[in-house]
């Protein structure tokens, strides 16, 4: 079985602000994991499963995609999944909790969810550097939090990923609510 997430990306001018912060940690820390031209832009996971067959699971990810606008997004905090993740948190508005059950009610009886992800369980965030010791840790959330402002920005496409190591599997962009 392969692990897949669906993940959220962002605006230009959001994904940039990230990628600065992303930077910011790993010129701290010197862990540049994040920033290896094989991984992620920044982004939300909002589903996580395993599975053996992708190809029906990634229609039903289609036909969920469809109805689905831009939402905002605002970053208010840093966070850390000790002892090894680098994080800030959006503000779990309805959008967010709208695209985290949406996808995982429709996949719920396809795959097999990863605990993280389920109902009362999942937690929002947006890794800015990851695989890091204690001591990587403090040195990049000192250097982030010197720098860091609360910021506002909005989704601009869904994606299907293979996890580990990272394959983009199809992008779908979001429609501008009118």
């Known amino acids: 079985m392969s692990e897949y997430a669906i993940c959220l990306y962002f605006d230009n001018a959001s994904s940039e602000r990230l990628m600065e912060l992303m930077r910011t ?3 701290a820390c010197g862990n540049k994991y994040m920033l290896e031209p094989k991984m992620m832009p920044p982004h939300i996971t909002v589903c996580c499963f395993t599975t053996d067959d992708i190809a029906p699971i990634e229609q039903i990810i289609s036909d969920g995609t469809a109805s689905m606008e831009r939402g905002n997004v605002v970053w ?7 002892p090894s993740v680098l994080f800030t948190a959006p503000t779990l508005n309805e959008y ?6 949406r996808f995982n009610a429709q996949l719920a009886s396809k795959v097999t969810l ?7 369980k999942w937690m ?6 990851t695989k890091l010791t204690v001591e990587q840790l403090n040195i990049a959330f000192a250097a982030v939090s010197a720098k860091f402002k ?8 869904l994606s299907l990923v293979k996890c580990e190591p990272f394959t983009e599997l199809r992008v779908w962009q979001l429609e501008e609510k009118v």
């Open 25 to 27: 940690a790993a010129d």
């Open 76 to 82: 208010p905090s840093l966070g850390a999944f000790v």
């Open 96 to 101: 967010l909790a709208d695209a985290r059950t």
């Open 114 to 120: 990863a605990d993280y992800y389920r109902p009362y």
């Open 124 to 129: 929002p965030h947006t890794t800015l550097v």
């Open 150 to 157: 609360p910021f506002q920005g909005k989704t601009a496409a």
